[in-house]
């Protein structure tokens, strides 16, 4: 007859293997969930329809222009792609006015 010890180590795996199932079938129901995105067409490159996102090994190719319904997993990979080019062009913004500054200071 296991000891109370051994039973509640027992119970304490259980657990942990139960917790980690439950993690694993939320994280996968999350990832199956669809949001709905909207990429803009870009002015200026006018032939380019589509946006093409891969998330490990799977892909899908999105069009421009229309709200779609896509997968969470590709909608943040876009929403990530889509800060990170903002702060970019912030960043142009910022450079390109010290530059005019100093232009405009030296004349």
Do not use: C
């Not at 969470?72 to 530059?99: C, G, H, M, P, Y």
């Amino acid at each position: 007859m296991p000891s109370t010890k051994e039973k509640t180590k027992e119970n304490v795996t259980e657990t942990e293997e139960k917790t980690k199932e439950n993690v694993t079938e939320t994280e996968e129901k999350s990832k199956d969930e669809k949001v709905t995105v909207f990429i803009p067409k870009d002015p200026l490159n006018k032939s380019d329809d589509y946006l093409y996102v891969a998330v490990n090994g799977e892909n899908i190719r999105i069009k421009k222009g229309e709200t779609v319904s896509v997968h969470k997993k590709f909608a943040e990979v876009i929403q990530r792609s889509q800060k990170i080019a903002n702060e970019a062009d912030e960043a142009v913004k910022q450079l390109t006015s010290e530059a005019n500054s100093k232009e405009l200071s030296n004349q």
